[in-house]
T-cell receptor, first 113, second 112 residues
Framework: SQQGEEDPQALSIQEGENATMNCSYK?????LQWYRQNSGRGLVHLIL?????REKHSGRLRVTLDTSKKSSSLLITASRAADTASYFC?????????????FGAGTRLTVKP | ETGVTQSPTHLIKTRGQQVTLRCSSQ?????VSWYQQALGQGPQFIFQ???????GRGNFPPRFSGLQFPNYSSELNVNALELDDSALYLC???????????FGPGTRLTVL
C-alpha cells in the first residue's frame, strides 16, 4: 500500500523559477528519500533524510522533514528544462531498516524553456 | 548510470505463463529490493533480499518469489501471470539495509 502522498500531482513552471513539492506520510519512519524518474525509466536517488534530521541540501535541491507533521518538502531552485521528470518521495517504514520503501504516486514536474 | 543492470528490457507474456526477471546489483552491494510500478503510479515494494535471505515482503501473493545468489545478483519469478501484472519491474541494490538504494533501468512486462 502507498504511504507517501505527493502534492501537487502536477506542476508546470518556467525555467529559472523554483519548484516546491510536498510529501505527507502516515506512519513513523526510519528515513525519507526523494527520487526522480524520467519517462518510465529507472529511478534516480536525490536525497536521503533520516528521521532525526530536519533539513538537507544537495546542489540546487533542499529537502526538509517535519516528523511532527509527518511531512517533507523538496525545493528545486533555479529550475532547468532538464529537471522535467516525475518526483517521488519514499518512506522507509520497515523494521530493522530493511528498505521496505513506500512510494507515493509522484509529482509530475514540467519546466518550460 | 547506477551500475545496476536488469534483463530483459522488455518482455511480452500471456496470461497463465511464468516469467523470470534478472538483476545484477552494484559492486559491493549485498541487498537487493524489487518493486512493481504500474503505469502512472509509484513503485510498490515486492520484497528484499539480504545476503541470500528474504528480508521483508510487501503485499504481494506467493506467486511472486525471488532468489539472491552468492554474488548478490537476484531473480524475480512470477507464476500464473495475470493481466494486472503488466508493469515496470524495478530492482534496487544497496550496501546494506536502510542505505541509499540504486535502481536499475527496469524491465517492462506486458501480459496479454
Amino acid at each position: 500500500s502507498q504511504q507517501g502522498e505527493e502534492d501537487p500531482q502536477a506542476l508546470s513552471i518556467q525555467e529559472g523559477e523554483n519548484a516546491t513539492m510536498n510529501c505527507s506520510y502516515k506512519t513513523s519512519i526510519n528515513n525519507l528519500q526523494w527520487y526522480r524518474q524520467n519517462s518510465g525509466r529507472g529511478l534516480v536517488h536525490l536525497i536521503l533524510i533520516r528521521s532525526n534530521e530536519r533539513e538537507k541540501h544537495s546542489g540546487r535541491l533542499r529537502v526538509t522533514l517535519d516528523t511532527s507533521k509527518k511531512s517533507s518538502s523538496l525545493l528545486i531552485t533555479a529550475s532547468r528544462a532538464a529537471d522535467t521528470a516525475s518526483y517521488f518521495c519514499a518512506t522507509d517504514v520497515g523494521p530493522y531498516n530493511n528498505n521496505d520503501m513506500r512510494f507515493g504516486a509522484g509529482t509530475r514536474l514540467t519546466v518550460k524553456p | 548510470e547506477t551500475g545496476v543492470t536488469q534483463s530483459p528490457t522488455h518482455l511480452i507474456k500471456t496470461r497463465g505463463q511464468q516469467v523470470t526477471l534478472r538483476c545484477s546489483s552494484q559492486s559491493g552491494h549485498n541487498t537487493v529490493s524489487w518493486y512493481q510500478q504500474a503505469l502512472g503510479q509509484g513503485p510498490q515494494f515486492i520484497f528484499q533480499y539480504y545476503r541470500e535471505e528474504e528480508n521483508g515482503r510487501g503485499n504481494f501473493p506467493p506467486r511472486f518469489s525471488g532468489l539472491q545468489f552468492p554474488n548478490y545478483s537476484s531473480e524475480l519469478n512470477v507464476n500464473a501471470l495475470e493481466l494486472d501484472d503488466s508493469a515496470l519491474y524495478l530492482c534496487a541494490s544497496s550496501m546494506g539495509q536502510g542505505d541509499e538504494q540504486f535502481f536499475g533501468p527496469g524491465t517492462r512486462l506486458t501480459v496479454l
